[in-house]
Structure formats: structure tokens, C-alpha cells
């Protein structure tokens, strides 16, 4: 499938759709009735209602990351701290290392929107927005069962070059089709450890989302481990194509305070 002169669904208003379960009515009138090749943005997955506005070919890719380091990430993205907490980013910090039942508890009670998010926010994220169902572990299997049924690949943010492979497998694309820039990938954002009973406190929180990380990272493998002999031989290639194209593309002395890049004027890309 080349990936020139494609159709990408965009938003009536705004820029994302939002968190409402997606219907063909958030959408700007598509040109023909053809259906849309690309729909990339944040809003809850519903296959059917997709399908009506997608091309019968199209293939449905989603990415998970490790609950507990998309937790903090959602914490200091929304400011959680402030919503839930009333706290500074300064008392925030001092906390991080305590115990966070109470602050789990005033995220549980905030009335902000943003604050569901740090709640088994990638199982809403893929249609189970029903947040009574969160402590429910047969209706949450019953969901990953369906999510797997209805996804043709979920890409794992914690091995992404693996995933890009398997996404360009399938879709029968080339190494450059696939190459990328990190982005938004914030330098302010503490690195330090997650103490256990911290982690393990976050991880009963969003049992949901552990349960479907960790059914969508042994399928990943599986898929990796059927990939063939040449896989590791790929990645290497793939690798180093990338970054001679990112050392190409951008100034690597010069990057903004969220930590993205500043591109060159002029670009050279690495060959295949």
C-alpha cells in the first residue's frame, strides 16, 4: 500500500475529537463517500462506528505503554497534582516518594475530567469507558478479547522500533515509510525510580490497563517471534537508517524547553 494522496478524518472542531465514544458526526464531510484512509487522533476506539467512515481496507493499530510510567506522565501532563490536590509542582515533588493512597483517593473524587485519565485510562482509551466495570476482572477480560478480535496490531511503546517492523510487515511498507523523530519527549520530567510499594499502589489502580498491557505485550512478542529469521537483522538496519536520517533532519545542539527538535534547513535521508 503506497502512502501518497491519502484522505485523513479530521475533527469539525478543534484538533482532537475528544472522549466521547467516536461517531461519524465529529468528523469534517469527507470529499466522496469512498471512506477516509487515515484517522489518526485521540478519541475512544469503536470499530463499527469507525468502519463507517473507513475505507473496507483499512487497518486498525493502536499503542499501549507500561501503566505505571503512563500514570506519572498523565500525572505531570494534566497537572493532576493541582486538580486533585490543590498541591505546587514543589509539594508534588516532595510526595512522590510517599505512599499515594490519599493522593489515588482525591484523584478518584476529582470532579475535572483530566483526572480519569490517570484511571485505567488506556482501557478507556479502547471502548470500556465505563468506569463501574474498572474493579470487574470478567468484563475487563471479556473487553481485551474484543480488543484483540477487532485491532489488527497493538504497537508497545516500550519496544516501539520492534512494533514499527510489525506494523511495516503489514502493511507491506517500506523502512523509510516508517522512520520517525522523538517528540514532546519532555527534559523537565523527574527520571528518578519508582519506589515498589509506589509502583505496586499504581498498578492495583489500573489493574485494567495492567491486564491489557500485558496481554498486548506477550502478543506483540508472539508476532515478533513469527516475523522470521531476518528480524534482528532488520532492526539493526532499520536502526541505524534512523539515526542517520534524525542526525540529518535536525540541529542536535538545539532543542526547545518540551525537548523537540529544531530541524535543519537542509535535509539528506538515508538510503534503504
Known amino acids: 500500500m503506497g502512502i501518497e494522496n491519502l484522505t485523513f478524518a479530521l475533527p469539525s472542531t478543534g484538533f482532537i475529537l475528544g472522549y466521547q465514544t467516536f461517531s461519524q458526526e465529529m468528523l469534517l464531510r ?53 486538580l486533585a490536590l490543590r498541591l505546587t509542582k514543589e509539594q508534588y515533588e516532595a510526595i512522590k516518594t ?31 469507558t465505563e468506569k463501574v466495570y ?52 519532555r527534559r523537565n520530567v523527574s527520571r528518578e525510580p519508582t519506589r515498589i510499594e509506589q509502583a505496586n499502589a499504581i498498578r492495583k489502580w489500573n489493574k485494567g490497563d495492567v491486564m491489557l498491557y500485558q496481554r498486548f505485550n506477550r502478543t506483540l512478542w508472539n508476532k515478533i517471534n513469527k516475523y522470521g529469521p531476518n528480524f534482528q537483522k532488520d532492526l539493526r538496519r532499520f536502526r541505524e537508517m534512523n539515526d542517520v536520517t534524525t542526525k540529518s533532519c535536525v540541529n542536535t545542539t538545539s532543542s526547545d524547553i518540551n525537548g523537540n527538535y529544531i530541524l535543519q534547513n537542509e535535509v539528506t535521508f538515508a538510503k534503504t
Open 30 to 82: 469527507q470529499p466522496t463517500d469512498e471512506g477516509f484512509n487515515v484517522l489518526v487522533n485521540n478519541v475512544p476506539f469503536h470499530r463499527a462506528n469507525m468502519e463507517k467512515v473507513m475505507k473496507p481496507t483499512a487497518k486498525y493499530v493502536s499503542i499501549l505503554r507500561e501503566p505505571v510510567s503512563r500514570w506519572y506522565s498523565v500525572v505531570e501532563y494534566y497537572s493532576l497534582f493541582k
Open 98 to 128: 510517599s505512599p499515594l493512597d490519599d493522593f489515588l483517593s482525591a484523584i478518584a473524587k476529582c470532579k475535572y475530567f483530566s483526572c480519569s485519565l490517570g484511571y485505567n485510562g488506556q482501557l478507556f482509551d479502547l471502548g470500556l
Open 134 to 185: 474498572y474493579t470487574d476482572e470478567h468484563v475487563i477480560q471479556k473487553k481485551i478479547k474484543t480488543i484483540e478480535e477487532e485491532l489488527d496490531l497493538v504497537l508497545i511503546a516500550e519496544y516501539f522500533d520492534e512494533s514499527l517492523l510489525l506494523l511495516k510487515k503489514m502493511m507491506c511498507w517500506t523502512f523509510e515509510d516508517i522512520m520517525y523523530i522523538k517528540k514532546k519527549q
